[in-house]
């Protein structure tokens, strides 16, 4: 457990049967004559592997957020978010956890690693039901892109207009 790994992360998934950007797809059963439908599980995981989170299903909501919170707990402009039923997903590896209570008073835990320290999901207290998924662990740039957008107000006016700053830009 202490012992220093070695290796890019997604080249340790594939050596665990996982397929690259963290999408896996198994058929559901039907009644005969039917065609299969595709059930899309997707995995998430930490920087180093040891703490994944599989999400069968599409996501309920994708979101980000703005707050200023999330913007420290991220170390980016915005967060992030996936939304899944808690039924529909799988926590596999060590994590620790770290609680918050937002602006508007509800609480919410971090499950994050405690090797590499990234967060990759969390639990609303109002919402046990529900496990919020960091977008960035699914490593996946065809992942659905977000439907809201919170705290506005504390958005960087350059967010959405990256593409249009005067910098260099690489593939």
């Known amino acids: 457990m202490g012992a220093a790994r070695s290796g890019r992360g997604r080249a340790r998934r594939a050596g665990r049967g996982f397929p690259p950007h963290g999408v896996l797809?198994?058929?559901?059963?039907?009644p005969v004559g039917r065609v299969p439908e595709k059930r899309v599980t997707r995995l998430?995981?930490?920087?180093?592997?040891?703490?994944?989170v599989a999400?069968?299903?599409?996501?309920?909501?994708?979101?980000?957020?703005?707050?200023?919170?999330?913007?420290?707990?991220?170390?980016?402009?915005?967060?992030?978010?996936?939304?899944?039923?808690?039924?529909?997903?799988?926590?596999?590896?060590?994590?620790?956890?770290?609680?918050?209570?937002?602006?508007?008073g509800t609480t919410a835990s971090f499950?994050?690693?405690p090797t590499c320290g990234s967060t990759v999901c969390w639990v609303p207290d109002a919402a046990p039901?529900?496990?919020?998924?960091?977008?960035?662990?699914?490593?996946?740039?065809?992942?659905?892109?977000?439907?809201v957008s919170v705290y506005d107000d504390r958005r960087h006016s350059w967010a959405?207009?990256?593409g249009d700053l005067p910098m260099e830009h690489w593939g």
Do not use: M
Not at 25 to 30: N, S, T, V
Not at 132 to 147: K, L, M, N
């Open 25 to 30: 797809r198994d058929a559901r059963e039907q």
């Open 44 to 52: 998430a995981a930490c920087s180093c592997g040891q703490l994944t």
């Open 55 to 104: 999400c069968a299903g599409e996501p309920v909501r994708v979101s980000i957020c703005h707050c200023l919170d999330c913007q420290k707990r991220t170390g980016s402009i915005f967060a992030a978010q996936a939304r899944f039923p808690r039924a529909a997903v799988t926590i596999t590896g060590p994590s620790a956890t770290w609680s918050r209570t937002g602006d508007e």
């Open 111 to 113: 499950h994050f690693c």
């Open 129 to 147: 039901d529900i496990i919020y998924v960091a977008v960035g662990a699914f490593a996946d740039p065809a992942f659905p892109p977000p439907s």
């Open 160 to 162: 959405f207009n990256a």
